[in-house]
């Protein structure tokens, strides 16, 4: 982890020859959005919640993409309990019963 952190910072200084040198101040940092400008983004021109969720897109793309996999996760791993758990003539757990007996068996251990 500390090897990919010190990359990153190398890597960062370095850029590349169209990249803008994080040392110096340029126009883009100085001025807010352009809402004048017609190549802006939708959003830009609205402003408002619409602005905040396409500033927030990419964090809440991975939110969304970690969602659906730890749900699908809990699923997947609640329906193959239960039929190994009918094989064995067990009970049948619904799916927050499942996570909740993972919860409390990792809390034993």
């Given at each position: 982890?500390?090897?990919?952190v010190i990359l990153t910072?190398?890597?960062f200084?370095?850029?590349s020859s169209e990249s803008?040198?994080?040392?110096k101040k340029e126009e883009v940092d100085e001025n807010g959005?352009?809402?004048?400008?017609?190549?802006v983004p939708l959003p830009v021109k609205k402003g408002g919640f619409i602005l905040m969720l396409y500033n927030h897109s990419l964090s809440l793309a991975f939110m969304l993409l970690f969602l659906?996999?730890?749900?699908?996760h809990a699923v997947c791993g609640a329906k193959a309990h239960?039929?190994?758990a009918l094989e064995h003539g067990k009970n049948v757990l619904s799916i927050w019963q499942r996570q909740l007996e993972?919860?409390?068996?990792?809390?034993?251990r």
């Open positions: 982890m500390g090897l990919y910072v190398f890597l200084q370095r850029g803008k040198d994080p040392d959005p352009r809402t004048g400008d017609p190549n659906i996999s730890f749900v699908g239960n039929e190994e993972r919860v409390e068996w990792s809390i034993s």
